[in-house]
Nanobody, 122 residues
């Protein structure tokens, strides 16, 4: 069974930094685009950043210049480096993979992790 496990969340002061990781485990053959989304209390889930298997990135306007998404295809892991954090970045951050192919022939579409809490507060 495939799992996406996020880590690296926590409490940080405004202006600080955090690095989130999301590791995909299981009999994985390949993963297409991966990304990060977030959901703040009382708000809808929103896209933060995505990265294709070839390294093409896309960012929400609200995080451009502050967040950097990257991935290690050999480790099936995607990262989100978050700098200059603001209180409005407070949310649960979810990892997503748009398509996962496994070695046993099972494929998963639009696969999500359980989320990791990021709180930006003084």
């Amino acid at each position: 069974q495939v799992q996406l496990v996020e880590s690296g969340g926590g409490l940080v002061q405004p202006g600080g930094s955090l690095r989130l990781s999301c590791a995909a485990s299981g009999s994985i053959a390949s993963i297409n685009a991966m990304g990060w989304h977030r959901q703040a209390p009382g708000k809808e889930r929103e896209l933060v950043a995505t990265i294709t298997s070839g390294g093409i990135t896309n960012y929400a306007d609200s995080v451009k210049g502050r967040f950097t998404i990257s991935r290690d295809n050999a480790k099936n892991t995607v990262y989100l480096q978050m700098n200059s954090l603001k209180p409005e970045d407070t949310a649960v951050y979810y990892c997503n993979a748009d398509y996962i192919a496994t070695l046993i022939g099972v494929h998963y579409a639009d696969y999500w992790g359980q989320g990791t809490q990021v709180t930006v507060s003084s």
